[in-house]
């Protein structure tokens, strides 16, 4: 079975360029999460998704990221414009269920940011 | 205060010896907990669930103490291949609403 697949894996921008990430989770996995891992920490939920809506975004800097989930599927995740401190690793997770104490997630191998 | 705290380590141990992690959780209502593992430059992958009862896998033993909000790991006779980043994870509420601790790094030396 395929696990959750992110792309790019790399990219390299100059500071006030647009990015986006691309995430497409398990099969029927209704639970989208993007996640941000600096190096050294831990992951930083962005956003997560209950099928096609946004249910907990609080920590997603509106002003330059925006993110969609079209048909409760596949996701983006776009910043624009990028500044230097956006630069860290992008995860995209699935899980199947939401309900009760939680469900193992799935993460993509991740998209690896750098902001020059 | 972060709401899942964690020591950054690293740990580092010789092959077979017994290394212990600790995590703390600051939110009372937190309902469930992991541990998740994370290589080098790799994505985290779920390790174990930690019961209220305390829990084993095979050398991997995790406990819970929700009156002190505070979870552990106990790696027995430890591999090389057990050299990762550990991250407690806090789910606070119904559903997946999951808080990762900063990770503890282990190197388990020949």
């Known amino acids: 079975e395929a696990g959750v697949v992110q792309s790019p894996r790399y990219k390299i921008i100059e500071k006030k360029q647009p990015v986006a990430f691309w995430c497409n989770p398990i099969?029927?996995?209704?639970?989208l999460y993007w996640y941000l891992q600096n190096l050294g920490q831990g992951p930083e939920l962005l956003i997560r998704?209950?099928?096609?809506?946004?249910?907990?975004d609080s920590q997603l800097p509106k002003d330059r990221f925006s993110a969609e989930r079209l048909k409760g599927v596949d996701s983006t995740l776009k910043i624009q414009p990028a500044e230097l401190g956006d630069s860290a690793v992008y995860l995209c997770?699935?899980?199947?269920?939401?309900?009760?104490?939680?469900?193992?997630?799935?993460f993509g191998e991740g998209s690896r940011l750098t902001v020059l | 205060r972060k709401e899942v705290e964690q020591d950054p380590g690293p740990f580092n141990v010789p092959e077979g010896a017994t290394v212990a992690f600790n995590c703390t959780y600051s939110?009372?209502?937190?309902?469930?907990f992991f541990w998740y593992r994370q290589d080098c430059r790799k994505e985290p992958k779920l390790l174990m669930s930690?019961?209220?009862s305390g829990n084993e896998d095979g050398r991997f033993t995790a406990q819970l103490n929700r009156a002190s909000q505070y979870i552990s790991l106990l790696i027995r006779d430890s591999k090389l291949s057990d050299s990762a980043t550990y991250l407690c994870?806090?789910?606070?509420?119904?559903?997946?609403?999951?808080?990762f601790g900063g990770g503890t790094r282990l190197m388990v030396k020949p």
């Open positions: 997770a699935s899980s199947l269920n939401s309900g009760g104490n939680g469900g193992e997630l799935f």
């Open positions: 939110n009372s209502a937190s309902q469930s």
């Open positions: 099969s029927g996995h209704n639970t």
């Open positions: 930690v019961y209220s």
């Open positions: 994870v806090v789910n606070r509420g119904a559903g997946n609403m999951l808080t």
């Open positions: 998704y209950e099928n096609e809506e946004a249910v907990d």
